[in-house]
């Protein structure tokens, strides 16, 4: 795909400076700008590199003043603002590469189907029995749309997607490669002779609108009922999300976290990556847990913040680590003073 300086200049609303013919097919940073790319300058820290960039085309703000020659090859397309401009371009472009529809000749739609006319389904994707996908949703290669699953209006279903049965997805999601929607959840009772059965999972996955998950990321389907994603949330890759969860509005939880079965998330959480929060807990709206924390008890006050494992509230992590911290010299102070006490009850025995 091909823009020229004007017609980039118009989708953003800017004005050019320099050739509007000028033609682009990529983006790059602007310290390794290319021929034939466009690049930004938003933060004047970057702004050495626009005087030597290879690039063709550079977003700037209006209010920027070169000071010294630029490149001859450069063409300038000034905006209100450059680092807006460039992320509204990149949603253009993003939009753009996914408008495709129809049905590519080797993937496989269930006679009871029922898929919108507009949807794009990819090389060997399968759509299974009764199963729905709805209208502007695109489904790349290598995905399974399990038996009686629903897919919203204008969702991305990114290659080797599983959505398994009965799970729901809602409007405009985003699911990434290698997610998993709707396998069993880990659930399995011993015998008398310590045998593990399982418990059938018969629940399934509820995801709402504007949700993005990431890259191999999980989501248990519930013994009964429903594990439960609310809208706008944002999940990063390789997460595992267990049965019967439900994680509140927009929260968003950072890459190789796990949360265990039955604990309820609320909305606008914030969770570093590599935390660990067990089952059958609950959390407040608005808490914030620091990466590679552990929680092992409920955290019910709104907007707190912990740190740890187990997690404390972030003071009190501030204070335990300081103390922590100081172990070795706490450590050689008590040794030096026992030595001290040694000596003075040496003393006194021979003086006896």
Not at 217 to 243: C, E, Y
Request: hydrophobic fraction near 40%; charge should be negative.
């Amino acid at each position: 795909m091909e823009f020229s300086a004007r017609q980039i200049a118009d989708i953003l609303g800017g004005t050019v400076e320099g050739s509007e013919t000028t033609s682009v097919n990529r983006l790059s940073k602007i310290e390794e700008g290319e021929p034939g790319t466009l690049t930004f300058l938003a933060n004047l820290k970057y702004a050495s590199y626009i005087y030597n960039t290879g690039a063709s085309v550079a977003i700037v703000n209006n209010d920027f003043v070169a000071e010294e020659a630029l490149p001859a090859t450069l063409t300038l397309i000034r905006v209100e603002d450059a680092y807006g401009a460039f992320a509204k371009l990149l949603d253009f472009y993003n939009s753009y590469r996914h408008q495709k529809s129809g049905q590519e000749p080797t993937s496989f739609k269930d006679d009871s189907a029922d898929v919108a006319d507009d949807v794009y389904l990819g090389h060997h994707v399968v759509v299974s029995a009764n199963a729905k996908v709805g209208s502007g949703s695109k489904v790349y290669s290598g995905a399974y749309i399990g038996e009686r699953a629903k897919i919203g209006e204008g969702c991305i279903i990114h290659p080797g997607v599983r959505i398994l049965d009965d799970c729901v997805i809602g409007n405009n999601c985003t699911l990434h490669a290698g997610a998993v929607i709707g396998s069993d959840g880990f659930g399995f009772a011993p015998d008398a002779e310590n045998n593990y059965q399982k418990v059938a999972q018969i629940g399934n996955v509820i995801i709402e609108d504007h949700v993005e998950i990431g890259a191999n990321t999980t989501v248990d389907r519930a013994t009964l009922g429903s594990t439960i994603i609310r809208k706008g949330v944002k999940l990063d890759n390789l997460i595992q999300i267990a049965h019967n969860v439900e994680i509140g509005e927009n929260t968003v939880i950072a890459a190789q976290t796990g949360i265990a079965g039955s604990t309820r998330i609320g909305k606008n959480c914030m969770i570093g990556g590599q935390v660990g929060i067990v089952g059958h807990i609950r959390i407040a709206d608005g808490v914030k847990i620091a990466a590679q924390s552990g929680l092992s008890a409920s955290v019910l006050n709104e907007g707190e913040i912990v740190q740890g494992s187990p997690a404390l509230g972030i003071r009190a992590f501030k204070m335990s680590y300081i103390g922590f911290k100081n172990l070795p010299k706490i450590d050689r102070r008590l040794s030096d003073l026992e030595k001290k006490v040694d000596g003075i009850t040496d003393n006194n025995t021979s003086a006896e």
